[in-house]
């Protein structure tokens, strides 16, 4: 039977967490002195003693991983070589793997300080888009262009169930428009249960979506890929960075809508009894909630009238949450 400690949390818990706070940080010390002593290995003639063709795999053998997975060991050890300050980050727990696999995908030691201190004030979820930022404020477009033509890539692998898993290396646009055809085609689809009687879930319509598109195409899905243009650059929806350039490009193909902010920044209100929201009034609510209200989701947003617009009769943005499809549904569904 647990008993009661501090602020309520049972003597049990208390201990789990401590557990699983040891096993971190053992954990993130050993990844430290995993890359730098893979690297090592990679670099000495230790490896070609072993028989194998590469250290990579040899290590791949010892650890029983991909070789896939030795190859970003060795890669992030060998970078950490020529960045001090980042691999002593990594060490003393400043920052995790997860943050030193991204840092050595740009940093040099002459950028390293600056995106150390990007990657110290950003999580580790959003550091992706803080650095691709980052990189669109200090390389010339033209660049940046030709790096996304080199990196674009897809690749596939069979998993022991049988089913194929696909990774997808697309330039910003083009990924914003699957995205789109992704979203829109689960928002505007009736789900259905299975013969069990389960829903799907998310990923699973999404995969829906891929299979509707590779078989019948877009069809008649009308999708909507906005670009948010402001004095401090240009984004997607999600804060991915946009080149000038591309946008320049799309201009003469596009709706051009103007959200305007008042003094403080703060876009301004929009009215109307309309039962949905207008465009505007769309860009308005997303550019104040940004993220699904509820569970913080990126994707698949809507517009939830609260209070319903049964009890109001009006539309107006102050009563307009972003929730995603998920979270819109639940709530509807416990009222």
Known sequence: MATTGINGVSSVSTTRVGRIEEVVE????????????????????????????TAAHWLAIIADVEPCTTREWIRIGRLLQTLPATADALRTRQISYSKARALTRLA????????????????????????????????????????????????????????????????????????????????????KPDNAGDWPTV??????????LLTNGAGAVDIEVVVHVAGDG????????????????????SFISALIHDSNGSPIDATNRRRHPT?????????????CTDCGRLELLEYDHQPA???????????????CAPCHTNRHRNE
Not at 166 to 191: E, K, M, Q
Not at 203 to 212: F, I, M, N, P
Request: proline letters at 6%.
């Open 26 to 53: 053992n954990w993130a010390t050993s990844q430290y002195e995993l890359v730098t002593l893979a690297a090592e290995f990679a670099d000495s003639p230790d490896w070609i003693l072993t028989g194998s063709p």
């Open 108 to 191: 040099t030691p002459e950028n390293e300080q600056e995106l150390l201190g990007i990657a110290t004030t950003t999580t580790a979820a959003d550091l992706g888009r803080a650095l691709a930022a980052w990189l669109h404020r200090n390389s010339e477009p033209e660049d940046i262009a030709a790096h996304h033509q080199r990196q674009r890539s897809v690749k596939w692998r069979t998993e022991p169930d049988g089913m194929t898993t696909f990774t997808l290396r697309l330039p910003p646009l083009l990924a914003g428009i699957l995205i789109s055809f992704l979203t829109t085609w689960i928002v505007t689809t009736r789900p």
């Open 203 to 212: 990923a699973q319509q999404q995969a829906d979506a891929v299979e509707c």
């Open 234 to 253: 240009n984004t997607l929806d999600d804060g991915t960075p946009i080149l000038d350039s591309v946008v320049g490009d799309l201009i003469p193909q």
């Open 279 to 291: 465009r505007r009034q769309k860009r308005l609510v997303k550019a104040r909630d940004q993220h």
């Open 309 to 323: 617009y049964e009890q109001t009769g009006h539309t107006i943005t102050s009563e307009l949450k972003l929730r």
